[in-house]
């Protein structure tokens, strides 16, 4: 069987801009950005998976369309009669980017709902990769399903890969993310969070505080990126920063974080080598800023 790298969550339309008032339609989402940007980073031998849940109306038709046209395997998405997908909108200022989002009736929501099914998808996977947003958009029997399922595919010898990627308002309470974001990187192999993220939500001061609670937690590896200051990774016996390339021109940062954690996760998948993989990540990363929406032509990437 080939290697394969699985990304589970929910792919939306998305709404970029072009212009004053004016908007390209396009499909994306978090983890759905690192499935795309992963398949260009990984050797042709590597298979890039993508799991969700998706309608059988006209919209969803043409999200598997744009899957399958990108080279990601599709065979574990769910078609959900009656059911259709998400839309988000973004918004730019000066670079930074707000969202917009229409996801109520997302038929992702319920991609864990049947914990055979899901089961069978992660098994025999080289890597799972998933968000905090995966787990936000579920309601609380999927995340229970969804977490059984990644403990199992562990356990064959499965890895996996975490963004916390924390985002309250998909929430029923900051407690409850809290505690499912930590359980959640308790089973992982590689927690990815952003600083920025935790200090705010977890209170933590300073990187090193974020990669430490995720060790305490379980977590193998931890990865913290920390917009244009140092990336620190960390291990049970060791720790390591690196301070990333200026980037100038930066045009929108979506995907910023996806596309590092892909380059990175491809890297160390094939290497092995933490310098190589946060330098994979940064340069990626760097390049994608410089561009509109959240999948860029990365062919040219230095």
């Not at 799972?128 to 562990?154: E, H, M, Q, W």
């Not at 974080?257 to 940064?282: I, P, Q, R």
Request: charged fraction near 20%; charge should be negative; hydrophobic fraction near 40%.
């Amino acid at each position: 069987m080939p290697s394969t790298f699985m990304s589970i969550g929910e792919c939306m339309v998305e709404m970029a801009p072009t212009g004053v008032g004016t908007f390209q339609m396009g499909f994306a989402g978090d983890t759905l950005n690192t499935a795309w940007y992963a398949r260009r980073c990984l050797p042709d031998n590597w298979q890039v998976s993508y799991c969700t849940a998706i309608g059988t109306d006209a919209i969803s038709g043409q999200m598997l369309e744009f899957l399958e046209a990108s080279g990601l395997t599709t065979d574990h998405i769910q078609k959900l009669k009656d059911q259709s997908v998400g839309l988000y909108m973004i918004q730019l200022e000066n670079g930074e980017r707000s969202f917009a989002y229409w996801r109520s009736q997302s038929a992702a929501r319920q991609l864990a709902d049947n914990p055979h099914y899901l089961a069978q998808a992660m098994a025999g996977t080289s890597l799972v990769y998933f968000s905090g947003i995966t787990l936000a958009i579920l309601p609380p029997d999927g995340r229970k399903n969804f977490l059984n399922a990644l403990k199992s595919a562990r356990s064959g010898g499965t890895k996996t890969a975490f963004d916390p990627n924390l985002r309250p308002r998909l929430w029923e309470d900051a407690n409850s993310m809290r505690s499912v974001v930590t359980e959640a990187a308790s089973v992982c192999d590689y927690v990815m969070p952003s600083f920025e993220d935790e200090l705010a939500h977890f209170g933590d001061a300073a990187p090193s505080a974020t990669a430490e609670r995720y060790l305490s937690a379980g977590a193998t590896m931890v990865v913290v990126k920390n917009g244009p200051e140092d990336v620190l990774c960390a291990g049970d016996d060791w720790q390591k920063s690196f301070q990333p390339a200026n980037v100038s021109g930066i045009v929108d940062t979506t995907a910023a974080g996806d596309s590092f954690n892909a380059a990175f996760l491809a890297e160390h998948l094939t290497s092995g080598d933490v310098d190589k993989s946060v330098d994979a990540g940064a340069k990626l990363a760097g390049h994608v800023i410089r561009h509109r929406g959240a999948l860029v032509d990365c062919s040219q990437t230095g």
